[in-house]
């Protein structure tokens, strides 16, 4: 359900979104987290994060920023991917208390790592991420962020730590504020791939006069 793709990452619909214009930013090579990616991805994932912010203010809503980086067995492979759900704005006062009672609940303490940075990329909270975690060896955290809301904020388990982070946060976070607490686990909101792919080749038409440019390399000098 790709609908966008850049030099080193790319958008796509997940299965099981929590509404239409729920996607995900995800490395084009295979990355365990977004504190792990090299900068010139981060940069682009940052452009990413913006166009989507200027495709979600056109239909009246803000983007949750979230990502989950926890190691699920001993021998289980992670993939990093930054999840992005809009939220209506005049639901924005309520986003900020709906973050820190869910955070409460589940006992998650959350480090501000910047003030929001706007569309200055060199200080988007993803590369405060990458500079606070960066020295673990596969660090587990999660990563939260509404611009203009919630600072870009991580809570952290330590290395070695039997800390465990809650599988469905950031979508309880979303699903309390927008009223729809039955979409919370993906599995009950998957949809026939023939209606997964109609939603998004809607997205792509929607997101098309946002989409970030694209070096093209395909037209390099032939031999003589």
């Known amino acids: 359900l790709v609908s966008s793709i850049g030099n080193s990452a790319y958008l796509a619909l997940p299965k099981g979104g929590i509404n239409a214009h729920h996607v995900q930013i995800i490395p084009i090579t295979h990355e365990g987290c977004f504190a792990d990616l090299p900068e010139e991805t981060l940069n682009e ?20 920023f979230f990502e989950r980086s926890v190691l699920l067995g001993k021998a289980a492979q992670r993939h990093a991917y930054l999840e992005v759900i809009p939220i209506p704005a005049t639901s924005m006062h ?27 990329s060199s200080r988007d909270g993803l590369f ?3 500079e606070t975690v960066q020295s673990e060896e596969n660090p587990q955290y999660f990563y939260f962020e509404v611009p203009n809301v919630v600072s870009a904020s991580v809570h952290r388990i330590p290395p070695n730590s039997q800390g465990r982070l809650p599988l469905q946060f950031g979508r309880q976070v979303a699903c309390r504020i927008l009223g729809c607490p039955n979409r919370v686990h993906w599995k009950e909101c998957v949809l026939p791939y023939a209606q997964e792919a109609e939603l998004a080749e809607r997205f792509k038409k929607e997101f098309n006069p946002f989409d970030i440019p694209v070096d093209d390399d395909s037209d390099d000098d032939e031999s003589e």
Not at 94 to 119: H, Y
């Open 128 to 130: 405060a991420l990458r």
């Open 45 to 64: 994932v940052v452009k990413y994060k913006n166009a989507l912010k200027l495709l979600y203010n056109e239909i009246g809503c803000v983007p949750i």
């Open 94 to 120: 309520f986003i900020k208390e709906a973050f820190e009672n869910e955070a409460k609940r589940v006992k998650l303490i959350f480090q501000t790592l910047v003030p929001d940075a706007g569309s200055d």
